[in-house]
């Protein structure tokens, strides 16, 4: 009768994190425990779910194949916990979130995580519907949380209409491959699929309209507009954490969805998932060329590094999934230290471009450990971003995509010109005002931390190419 | 299969055409009668004073979320209730009222939540907090 109740003792990390999450919420309403720091058992629960997720071994297939345990969402779990950690750093130091809502915030974030890690080893639909909606949902009211930008609460309305119209779209497209097959786990779809309804309209109409739902946690392009406005009115650390934790979770639950596929099939999936590689890289370096608000133009710039991810995503093979892996620590590195910069010199919370100028003057380290960041998302080659991208490429190009190829490398051309042009508003432009320092010297050494491991990497990249051969589906 | 599809097409197509049909046969034979008391809104018969349009107190949207999210809940407790004597004769039971209680269990962490958050209250307290002037 409760025979799936052992399963639990394979996901002690989410077991954590459950108790976590009632934890946080419940705990302001006991007095004894309102008076606890928020923030250090955050952190100390973080620890302790990435200390116990370190510890499992070996594949599991539980709880009747709705979920799957692996090496592979294993090691993206701890990615999870170390990001959860640094926005953490950064909420500090960021005053656009009242600090009186430490424990919901808490609460909503361990709920997105938990999430996360479910949507990395969601092996059934409904499993992933779930549990893009557990991180959905605590992302839009983290968006409206902006105290300082009275319009959070437009841009949070406008994610919650998008993301709901997306998740319809989503159940009725996997209603459609319920229909065609009977089952709703990963295994049985692709098989039931088979190889006679490959090419036919409603083939494509479902696996289409399910890709929707998940490209649109990516913010991969038809499903972007959500973006630039969420992430332009958020909260500055919610926003980084935005840029890098769902769309992480997003391209893990593609790639295992997408895993188990018959090889008849192989060539039209990655050929839809070209197409929106394609699109999605074109819209987000040419949109990105016009913006004047810095972090609307970071949003852009996630959305085209999306698209180049997306790029590892859609060879379909353990190459691609590794590139993916070796590329996402180090798009970590760079958005995090990228937006910390940005919240240590932007004061008033004025984030238009023009208020950067001449920054390097009062910031000199600050500005070097952007600047390495910047040039490292734009693939520049002493830095860790080009290897990455350069190993995206060469998945695509042992495949044989070259049309796509050719679209990134347009791209990368084109960004270029907007991350450069941020050096040089921050470099070379005369200070229209004064950079008030923040009085900790924390920040600083936050991004150059992020920036120290790019330009090692940049250069000896073998140890983090080590560790991307650990991420193994089933394994 | 295909077929199938195209009987359920043809039915939406009859299903709408039915509709259409029939405002249109009501626009071309119904009589134009139009004077001012018609447009006016309904109000039992009596007069309308003062507009319409005013701004209501967030208590209410409060007062109606809380309520749709437990009204739900409820909705959901129904088919469980329905059909538990049936699941008690086959064993299934115990494995039924636990899944039910921790639905229960989650929505009750909610409610908690809500209740010593003031969530509840009709009338709230002001709370005087130091913020900055909003831009």
Redesign the interface.
Known sequence: ??NTLPHLAHLPAHLVLSLGL?FF??G??IPGIKKLPATAIFIAMLALAAALEASETGSHDLFFGMVQTDSFSRLYNQLYFIVSALVVVMLHFSDEMDR?NDWENYGLLSCLILGMMFMTSASHLLMAVIAIEMVSIPSYLLVALN????ASKEASMKYILFGSFATGVMLYGMSFLFGMTGSLTFADIWNGLGSESVGTPIYYLAIGFTLAGMSFKVAAVPFHFWCPDAYQAAPTPITAFLSVAPKVAGLTLMMRFFADHLPVQGDSLTQMLSIVAIVTMVVGSFAALKQTDIKRLLAYSSIAHAGFLMMGVAVLNTDGRQAVFFYIPIYILMNLGAFMAIIYLAQD?DYKISAFNGAVKSNPLLVTAFAVCTLSLAGIPPFAGFVGKFYLFKVAMEKGLYPMILAAGISTVVSLYFYVSLLKVMIIDQEARTFSPLGSKVPVVFVSLCALPLVFLGLYWVPLVNWADKVRLFQ | MLFNFGVALTFLIVMAGFVAGNLLVQLLLSPHNNYDAKKMPYDCGEEPVGSGYRQYNLRFYLVALVFVIFDVEIAFMYPVTAVFKDLTQDGWGLMAFVEIAIFVLILTVAFVYTWSEGGLDWIREQVKRPTSPRE
């Open positions: 009768m409760f009632l919420f419940l302001k309403t009186e105290r300082k930008n009275p919370h």
